[in-house]
């Protein structure tokens, strides 16, 4: 761990603003994973964030405007971020994001097909279109003419794009956690 987290009695005004702002972020999605340690402080990607609240501020303010007013399906956007993060190994995104497709509805099969990198055969045609865009993306290479197709026929124009945005945020978080070696809490499996 680089970045330990940081207890809230010990935040620069700066750094509370910007914890105050996560914390409310955070009640609002009624997240089914652990976002904060024994003495309150927020862990994940959090700490990281809260020592650079400049660099994090435009990060979350992206993160809010992606989600808000969704065109995807919560299923469709979970798909999307175990791909990415299975492919990055992020640990903490699959470990929180687990149990998010969980709460949503996916099956324990299809979250763990998901996280071990893996296609699963029993996702809807848009929770596959929604993994093939991911894992195509993360490959490095444009996105194929009939792939962006199948998007656009899936998701309409605005949500293929909210797809990719989503796909793009998660790579970064993914990056994030990983240079930083960000741990997992206790609770995770």
Known sequence: MRMPAIEP?????????????????MDGLRTPFTSTDENGALIGPFPVMLRFPGLARPLLEWFTT????S??????????????????GAAYE??????VA??????KSVVAGLVAGQRP??????????????ACLYAGA??????????????????????????????????ILNAFDVPLPTDAE
């Open 9 to 25: 009695s010990a935040l620069s005004d700066e750094q509370r603003v910007l914890d105050e702002h996560v914390r409310r972020m």
């Open 66 to 69: 992606v989600t808000s007013g």
């Open 71 to 88: 065109v995807l399906t919560t299923r469709v956007r979970e798909v999307a971020i175990l791909t990415i993060g299975s492919r990055y």
């Open 94 to 99: 699959l470990y929180s994001h687990s149990r």
């Open 102 to 107: 969980l709460a949503v509805g996916l099956s």
């Open 121 to 134: 055969s029993a996702l809807t045609s848009e929770e596959l279109v929604a993994h093939d865009v991911a």
């Open 142 to 175: 444009p996105l194929p003419g009939a792939l962006y197709r199948c998007a656009v026929e899936s998701f309409g124009e605005q949500g293929t794009a909210e797809l990719v945005f989503l796909i793009a945020q998660y790579s970064s978080i993914s990056v």
